[in-house]
């Protein structure tokens, strides 16, 4: 039973720091991505996932970012316990744009 409860905490703990990114576009080629985490998840995490991002909008190694980015700290609003909560996240955004090479 204690090796069961331990895999299924392993397993949790696992999943505590996935991120996700989304993107608007700017035009002339430029785009707003931003890669959101919960509270564990770290700069270096989120700027991994807008580099996915930014490869999968404009191609491997055709984009460059304006600057090191905005990073801060969100709040989701989630039911919870009978009532709404704030739950504090990670947030990092950067402007980019595709290159030609």
Do not use: W
Not at 9 to 17: K, P
């Amino acid at each position: 039973m204690m090796k069961l409860f331990g895999i299924t905490s392993a397993a949790l703990l696992a999943g505590c720091s996935l991120s996700v990114a989304n993107y608007k576009e700017l035009g002339n080629g430029k785009y707003d991505i931003n890669a959101q985490g919960n509270i564990y998840t770290d700069r270096s995490e989120l700027r991994a996932k807008i580099e996915s991002k930014a490869a999968s909008i404009c191609g491997e190694g055709k984009y460059k970012f304006e600057d090191d980015g905005k990073f801060e700290i969100s709040k989701t609003k989630v039911y919870m316990n009978g009532s709404m909560q704030d739950i504090p996240g990670h947030r990092l955004t950067i402007i980019t744009s595709c290159t030609d090479s």
